[in-house]
């Protein structure tokens, strides 16, 4: 059983930054892999990044590449999404996903066990 919270969300101008955290709870967190999603108000929730277990593996939704960045420190227990040039269509509810490493895919919901309860991003122009 893993869980997380999410942390580091806030109100930020266009073109600015923020560090999002996902902290977990577990000792196995390591051999788990975890994704990045997030919800616009009145859409469907969407995935960002995921980090493989071991960290080798880095994937992106097209809409952030080149800007987010997913990291992971394993002995904080800690995943992060560093988001720089901030756009108002980054203006969600940031949630982080895990689940045991395996052979499931890592971009899509279903993928995922354990959620957080998100943590809002809001983006002004």
């Known amino acids: 059983q893993v869980q997380l919270v999410e942390s580091g969300g806030g109100l930020v101008q266009a073109g600015g930054s923020l560090r999002l955290s996902c902290a977990a709870s577990?000792?196995?967190?390591?051999?788990?892999?975890v994704g990045w999603f997030r919800q616009a108000q009145g859409k469907e929730r969407e995935f960002v990044a995921a980090i493989s277990w071991a960290g080798g593996g880095l994937y992106y939704a097209d809409s952030v590449k080149g800007r987010f960045t997913i990291s992971r420190d394993n002995a904080k227990n800690t995943v992060y999404l560093q988001m720089n040039s901030l756009k108002p269509d980054d203006t969600a509810v940031y949630y982080c996903a895990a689940r045991p490493r395996g052979p499931r895919g890592l971009t899509a919901i279903a993928d995922y066990n354990y959620w957080g309860q998100g943590t809002q991003v809001t983006v002004s122009s």
């Open positions: 577990g000792r196995t967190f390591s051999s788990y892999a």
